[in-house]
C-alpha cells in the first residue's frame, strides 16, 4: 500500500503488522513516497491491541463428529495452513488418539512426521500414486488446513465421499471443492475440540490403507541405492536424507527434482522442507536458504537448485559469502529445463528450446568467494556432502543428475503399480 500522507503513517504500519502477524501470515509492503518522507508530523506509533485468535462453533465439531463416526474409512489430509506449531502439536494428538492414516500436501510436509506409520505419503504427483488410491477409497476426508493455492488432490463429485473442512476460514468453493462440513476457526482449538469429543470407532477400517502405506513405503527405496552416474533423483533424495538431521532445512527451487523430494524425502518437522508450490517461481531455491539460515543459524541448511533456476539469480552467492553463512548449495545439472521436458513428453510434444549450455559452476562459485566442488561418482556423494556441511561457509556442489527415467516411472511405472495394488486389495 501507498503511503499518501505522512499522518496515516502510524496507521499503515500498524495495520500492516496486523496483516502480516494474522492468517495467512507472511510479508506485508509500504511505499513510502521521498515527498511523504520529508513531511515533519506530530504523530505518535499506534501500540498493538491484545487479540485472541477466533474459535470453532461447538456446533460444527459436533457436525463433524457425527460425519466421522458414521464414516468406514476416513482420512486425513494435512495442508498448508496447517503448518503452524500449535497445529502441529495438536495434529500429532489428534492422529496418536484416533489412529486414522494421513496423506501431506507438498507444503505440509513435516507437520505430523512423515515416518509415523499413519503416514501414507505425500501428494507430489497429481494423481495415480499410492496415496490417490487411498484417496478413492476414503468415504471422508478431513481437510486441515486447505490453503487455494494448492489445489486438493481429491476431486469431489456430488454424492460421493464426505469432505470436512476444517481452517481459519471458511472454504473457497469450485467444481471440485465444495465441503460438507466446515470448522471455521482457529485450527489448532479446532483440532483439540474434535480430538476431545471424537473416540475411536470400531467400524473403521484402515486395512487397504496400510496396504497403501507399505507400497509407498517400499517404492520409496526403489532406486535409493542406484550406483548410476549421473545421479538419479531417487538416489539424490536418499543421499541428501542421510545427510540432514531431523530438524534440517532443504529449501527446493522449483523443478522436477522438487517432486522427488517432496514424494520421496521424508521430513520429520514442520518447515523443514521448504518450497514454493504458489506461483512456483524458478530462482526460490537460494535466498529460501539464505534466508532459514539467518533465521536457524544453528542448523543445517542446504539449497537444492536445478541449473536453470540457480542462473537465475546465483549472483546472490555473492550475499551469502558476505554474509559469513554456513550454507551449501547443491546444484543439479542436466543442462535443461528439466520439468518442462518431462511435461511435454507426457503430453506428447516435442521438444524444443529446453537444452543450453551451463558455466563452469566450481568455477563460478570461487569468483564469489565460495567453495567449489564437481561430484564425479554417485558413491562419493554422501561424503561429500558431509564434508560441505561440516565445513562452514557457502559451498556450491555441482551435482551432474540423469532425468531420463521420469517419464516411465511418474507417468507410466508409479500408476501402473498403484493400480495393480487398488485391483488386488
Known amino acids: 500500500r501507498q503511503i499518501v500522507s505522512g499522518a496515516s503513517i502510524p496507521a499503515r504500519v500498524r495495520e500492516a503488522f496486523r496483516l502480516a ?10 511505499e513510502l513516497p521521498e515527498d511523504i518522507a520529508a513531511e515533519d508530523v506530530d504523530e505518535l ?9 477466533p474459535i470453532a462453533e461447538h456446533k460444527a465439531v459436533e457436525r463433524a463428529v457425527t460425519v466421522l463416526r458414521a464414516a468406514r474409512h476416513p482420512l486425513l489430509v494435512i495442508g498448508a495452513g496447517a503448518n503452524r506449531k500449535r497445529c502441529a502439536r495438536m495434529l500429532r494428538a489428534f492422529v496418536d488418539r484416533q489412529g486414522i492414516p494421513f496423506i501431506t500436501t507438498q507444503m505440509g510436509k513435516g507437520v505430523v512426521d512423515e515416518n509415523h506409520p499413519l503416514c501414507l505419503g505425500n501428494a507430489a504427483v497429481s494423481d495415480g500414486d499410492f496415496p490417490h488410491r487411498a484417496i478413492e477409497q476414503a468415504d471422508c476426508i478431513v481437510n486441515v488446513g486447505h490453503d487455494v493455492i494448492e489445489k486438493p488432490p481429491f476431486v469431489m463429485k456430488s454424492g460421493a465421499r464426505k469432505v470436512l473442512h476444517i481452517n481459519y476460514r471458511s472454504a473457497e468453493v469450485d467444481p471440485v471443492y465444495f465441503p460438507h462440513v466446515e470448522i471455521v476457526g482457529d485450527i489448532a482449538n479446532a483440532l483439540w475440540q474434535l480430538n476431545e469429543t471424537l473416540e475411536p470407532q470400531p467400524g473403521w477400517d484402515f486395512t487397504f490403507m496400510r496396504k497403501v502405506c507399505d507400497a509407498m513405503h517400499a517404492h520409496q527405496q526403489e532406486g535409493a541405492n542406484d550406483p548410476a552416474f549421473p545421479v538419479t533423483p531417487q538416489r539424490l533424495v536418499a543421499d541428501v536424507r542421510k545427510v540432514m538431521p531431523e530438524d534440517g532445512i532443504i529449501a527446493l527451487d522449483n523443478g522436477i527434482y522438487k517432486i522427488w523430494f517432496a514424494r520421496n524425502y521424508r521430513a520429520a518437522h514442520p518447515n523443514s522442507v521448504l518450497l514454493d508450490n504458489a506461483l512456483a517461481t524458478m530462482g526460490a531455491g537460494l535466498p529460501s536458504a539464505m534466508a532459514a539460515k539467518l533465521v536457524h543459524p544453528d542448523k543445517r541448511v542446504m539449497a537444492i537448485c536445478g541449473d536453470g533456476g540457480f542462473m537465475m539469480n546465483s549472483q546472490e552467492l555473492e550475499t551469502a559469502v558476505r554474509l559469513g553463512l554456513d550454507l551449501v548449495v547443491v546444484v543439479l545439472n542436466d543442462s535443461a ?14 521438444d524444443f528450446g529446453l537444452d543450453f549450455a551451463n558455466p563452469d559452476f566450481v568455477t563460478y562459485a570461487r569468483s564469489y568467494g565460495a567453495q567449489g566442488h564437481r561430484l564425479e561418482a554417485t558413491g562419493d556423494l554422501v561424503a561429500l556432502l558431509e ?11 555441482d551435482v551432474p543428475v540423469d532425468y531420463r527415467d521420469n517419464g516411465r516411472i511418474l507417468n507410466h511405472e508409479i500408476p501402473g503399480a498403484s493400480r495393480a495394488l487398488q485391483a488386488d486389495g
Do not use: F, N
Request: aromatic share 4%; net charge positive; hydrophobic share 35%.
Open 21 to 30: 502477524d494474522e492468517e495467512r501470515p507472511g510479508a506485508t509492503h509500504l
Open 45 to 53: 506509533p499506534i501500540p498493538a491491541s491484545e487479540v485472541r485468535r
Open 337 to 350: 529445463y528439466g520439468m518442462i521436458k518431462w511435461k511435454q513428453q507426457h503430453m506428447g510434444l516435442q
Open 387 to 397: 564434508r560441505c556441511l561440516s565445513a562452514g561457509g557457502v559451498h556450491l556442489v
